[in-house]
T-cell receptor, first 116, second 115 residues
């Protein structure tokens, strides 16, 4: 069985602060993919990043960075110098290709509010 | 192609009525997924098509739910005899069936309210 835990239900920061969103996952598969999605109030899930289980190199994209640590089954997401437009619900998700469906298993999400 | 389209965006229906939602995936994507998202939760997998074949269904998909993808392009999700517990956002996603491109594109969803 696969499981994704996002322990932080809500986070509130003031603009320009850095914020880290935590994600812990469980899977028995040795090959899997991890994702982060952003869901603004409009409802659409916006893809942010995909990482496969064999690539533990951290990644930076502009103000976004991701820290993948297989030893602790964590895939944390940091926003540097947060902006009001970053306010959204952020989901971490896991997909293991061992099944035919390759469906995503999502965490329950973290509501991020960035205050001006 | 502008992405995954879902119609309608919002649907309010009375308990017991049937509803049908439509999803138009990205044209070259041969995989199509339906997810359901309730308030405060992440999306949960419902079912998946590869071309026109429905290959997997979640236990969440009761016998009141049926999904089709008749020509391997658009898909419909029908809920019969709706119940208040069916109120949720129904999300559609599509992807290519290759290991090298493991990205899913989601639509904006159909929000169903059963009153």
């Amino acid at each position: 069985a696969q499981k994704v835990t996002q322990a932080q239900t809500e986070i509130s920061v003031v603009e320009k602060e850095d914020v880290t969103l935590d994600c812990v996952y469980e899977t028995r598969d040795t090959t899997y993919y991890l994702f982060w999605y952003k869901q603004p109030p409009s409802g659409e899930l916006v893809f942010l990043i995909r990482r496969n289980s064999f690539d533990e190199q951290n990644e930076i994209s502009g103000r976004y960075s991701w820290n993948f640590q297989k030893s602790t089954s964590s895939f944390n997401f940091t926003i540097t110098a947060s902006q009001v437009v970053d306010s959204a619900v952020y989901f971490c998700a896991l997909s293991a290709p061992s099944g035919s469906a390759r469906q995503l298993t999502f965490g329950s999400g973290t509501q991020l509010t960035v205050l001006p | 192609d502008t992405g995954v389209s879902q119609d309608p965006r919002h649907k309010i229906t009375k308990r017991g009525q049937n509803v049908t939602f439509r999803c138009d995936p990205i044209s070259e994507h041969n995989r199509l997924y339906w997810y359901r998202q309730t308030l405060g939760q992440g999306p949960e997998f419902l079912t998946y098509f590869q071309n026109e074949a429905q290959l997997e269904k979640s236990r969440l998909l009761s016998d009141r739910f049926s999904a089709e993808r008749p020509k391997g392009s658009f898909s419909t999700l029908e809920i019969q005899r709706t119940e208040q517990g069916d109120s949720a956002m129904y999300l559609c996603a599509s992807s290519l069936a290759t290991d090298r491109d493991y990205g899913y594109t989601f639509g904006s969803g159909t929000r169903l309210t059963v009153v």
